[in-house]
DNA sequence: CGCCGCAGGCTTTTT
DNA sequence: GCCTGCGGCG
């Protein structure tokens, strides 16, 4: 069999990675740009056919939905054959699909339901009430990142101990709590997924064998991104006879915040002593200087597994660094910039503009409105956790599952049909005296008359309406379901009377809902079937929410934070507000460790650049509503001055704050001026146009002098003189 | 039941 | 400066 195809094109240290010896775990050293993808689809292909495994023993895990489908279609492209039964996918869909297999082993009811985020912290919202807990002592998300951090580290509450200060007691206890309150719920929240996968393997050493023994090779994206219950995971699974080959970069390392080790990998030589290492440092992506530069940041940190990345191709441009005054005129910068750009022929979707936090896209966002240029703000909402849509999904997981306490109270009162607190109280309490589900307490309450008939009556119709929703859509297609359940919710109607352009929009999504259940529904039953469409959906709901924003295909300049630029690729890059205290963050700048993150974080953004990249900070910044100055950032510090280029502005001082330079100051016909702009005053002598109030002759104008500092002067007065 | 006003919080994000 | 959540009022 001719397998060129598989190893042509590959550089010396690409074939070394493909072609390593199946028998030995393998550590892809794999740096920004140098062909990470390419080097886990060649190895599977490698695997495949010249060595001749079955796809079927080959497990790849990633951790984004989007890097698992983009695996297996270049996977399937270049074995030219469909990979409808290939295992590729996240930790948490692989591990999810295990749990569905054996769920009555893994101690969970047979329809199960996925929380996200959101429904988790909704979760403990509720808890902290039947407890009698006060928010504000005990927050919520603290709660749930306390949890969530704990599974991740595959704790559960008795592993804590007894807790060393109150503190601890009661985080632990309300962990405990948590815990059997989603058991009896009958749902599982995402760090649960694996931390369930997991000890379903260590407890039923049977099953474990089974997919030991089908597994012989296991390959890992983004390794540096695992934390301590995955690799925990991948050990158990591997066992003494599959074997390793995982892809990763310790140098991209920016997730430590939410669980992901940087120590997996940098151990991960010494987990498996008898492991190959390949670096991959060949970048094809960015010029030389930007390289420098990336090179030059990360060197700065310690520990690292070491990688220096290079390019045949050229030095390319300087990197350029704008010193802005405030954040108004970054953002007019970068703004101008790409309209320089894109009126050179360039296309707008070849620019990000990068920045820190999220916080720092409304100005720019503002700046690129104002010039008229389209843009993308990546973030947000996805389709899946839009409130509409999650309405409609809570009376789907009602249907399949009484007992989602989370998901009933949810619809019980949207759209209103007059069951409120006082009557949800009822039922709350009887649930938490009887340890009842609540809507076993609703059958209770209505049982024992402690209603008024009004009360009563609503709560009968809604018990009625879910099964009656249940009872239909057993003989209907998925698609025909949820456009049922659309229906007799009444959910359609309530959005269809309501005026505006945000019921439109919800109408438009829930119907776009009822489109995508369709396309499910199709889909799923040509793959062979585990379970039921409408669970497999729900699950697919929570495991994949969509695109944040629908695919707008003009041609758009590309906004997003650092973190989720990873992974990207663009011929321009802005890297806005380089500043200390914005980037690197001041909640990280003191612990070392996280220092190293954020320049990790650096490392990620510089490289995404191809031809260009532009750095700035601002003087100054508003943030939270108040104006901070701050110095550049160290990182433009540990930059190399011989490839940074200093673009300088226009004039020396100050400028406006507030308002657009555009705005002009008219005080008559002869004198009109604009902020920012340099005027001479016969007393303070040279100064710059800071802001203005008012209008005509009795405007009052703020002046930034040299010598004399800052005044406020009365236009028909000042006599200032344009300069 | 739903709207309005006020107080307090606030890095980064996927599953 | 802006969003969220809660409490009060109509």
Redesign the pocket.
């Known amino acids: 069999m001719d397998v060129s195809h598989i190893l042509d094109g590959l550089n010396d240290a690409q074939r070394n990675a493909v072609t390593a010896p199946v028998d030995r775990h393998g550590l892809i050293l794999a740096g920004a740009g140098s062909g990470k993808t390419r080097v886990l689809v060649h190895r599977i292909a490698y695997l495949v056919e010249v060595e001749n495994i079955s796809p079927y023993r080959i497990l790849a895990v990633t951790?984004?939905?989007?890097a698992a489908s983009e695996m297996r279609q270049r996977a399937e492209q270049l074995l030219e054959r469909i990979g409808a039964g290939w295992w590729m996918g996240?930790f948490?869909?692989i591990a999810h699909r295990i749990l569905r297999q054996h769920a009555s082993a893994a101690n969970l009811p047979e329809g199960f339901q996925i929380l996200?985020?959101e429904d988790q912290l909704r979760t403990i919202r509720r808890l902290l009430k039947i407890l009698e807990l006060d928010?504000s002592r005990w927050?919520p998300?603290q709660i749930q990142s306390y949890i969530n951090s704990k599974k991740d580290e595959g704790l559960r509450p008795h592993a804590l101990g007894q807790g060393s200060d109150p503190f601890q007691r009661k985080m632990i206890d309300i962990y405990h709590h948590y815990e059997d309150h989603c058991q009896r719920a009958g749902v599982i929240d995402?760090?649960e997924i694996l931390l369930r996968a997991h000890e379903l393997w260590l407890n039923q050493p049977d099953i474990l064998a089974e997919y030991q023994q089908r597994f012989s090779h296991i390959l890992v994206d983004e390794f540096q991104d695992t934390n301590r219950i995955q690799y925990a995971w991948l050990r158990v699974l591997a066992g003494h006879q599959a074997k390793l080959f995982v892809v990763g970069d310790d140098d991209q390392s920016i997730y430590g915040?939410?669980g992901a080790r940087i120590e997996n990998i940098q151990q991960f030589p010494r987990d498996y002593s008898e492991s190959l290492t390949v670096r991959l440092e060949q970048n094809y992506r960015s010029t030389g200087n930007i390289l420098r530069a990336a090179n030059a940041i990360i060197q700065n940190n310690v520990e690292r597994l070491g990688k220096e990345l290079w390019t045949s191709a050229g030095e390319g441009v300087p990197l350029d660094l704008y010193a802005a005054f405030n954040e108004v005129d970054e953002a007019r910068f970068v703004v101008s910039r790409i309209q320089q750009k894109v009126a050179e022929g360039h296309q707008r979707q070849e620019f990000a503009v990068l920045y820190?936090?999220?916080?720092q896209s409304?100005v720019l966002e503002e700046a690129l409105l104002q010039a008229g240029v389209p843009y993308r703000v990546y973030?947000g909402m996805r389709f899946f956790e839009r409130a509409e849509i999650k309405d409609a999904l809570a009376y789907l997981r009602l249907i399949k599952n009484r007992d989602d306490d989370g998901a009933l109270e949810r619809v019980i009162?949207t759209p209103?049909r007059?069951?409120?607190?006082k009557t949800l109280n009822t039922i709350r309490q009887q649930a938490r005296a009887q340890q009842y589900s609540l809507w076993q307490a609703i059958a209770a309450v209505l049982e024992t008359n402690q209603l008024t008939t009004r009360a009563a009556g609503a709560l009968s119709a809604f018990m009625h309406l879910i099964n009656q929703m249940d009872e239909e859509a057993r003989s209907l297609t998925l698609g025909a379901s949820v456009a049922l359940v659309l229906e007799s919710s009444t959910l359609f109607d309530f959005y269809k009377h309501q005026r505006g352009e945000k019921a439109q929009s919800k109408l438009e999504n829930l119907e776009e809902l009822v489109a995508a259940a369709e396309q499910f529904g199709t889909e799923i039953s040509e793959e062979e079937l585990p379970l039921d469409p409408l669970t497999e959906f729900l699950s697919h709901a929570a495991?994949?929410?969509g695109e944040a924003q629908s695919d707008d295909w003009e041609d758009a300049v590309q906004l997003?934070?650092l973190?989720?630029a990873k992974g990207l690729e663009f011929p321009f890059v802005f890297l806005c507000g380089l500043e200390e205290g914005l980037f690197p963050?001041a909640?990280?700048a003191e612990d070392p460790l996280?220092l190293a993150e954020?320049r990790r974080l650096c490392y990620v953004g510089i490289t995404r650049a191809m031809q260009q990249l532009t750095l700035s900070h601002a003087e100054s910044r508003?943030i939270?509503?108040k104006e901070v100055f701050s110095r550049p950032s160290r990182f433009i510090r540990e930059l190399p001055t011989e490839c940074i280029q200093e673009i300088r502005a226009q004039a020396k001082m100050s400028r406006p704050v507030y308002r657009s330079s555009q705005e002009a100051i008219v005080v008559d016909k002869q004198q009109e001026y604009s902020l920012g702009q340099g005027v001479f005053h016969q007393k303070f002598g040279e100064g710059v146009i800071l802001n203005y109030e008012g209008e005509g002759a009795r405007a009052r104008i703020q002046v930034q002098f040299k010598s004399a500092g800052s005044k406020w002067l009365i236009a028909e007065y000042a006599n200032l003189q344009a300069i």
């Open positions: 951790f984004t939905n989007k996240t948490h869909g996200d985020s928010e927050p998300r995402f760090a915040w939410r820190r936090s999220n916080a409304r973030g009162n209103t007059g069951i409120g607190e495991l994949e929410a997003m934070t973190h989720s963050h909640m990280s996280r954020e508003r939270y509503g």
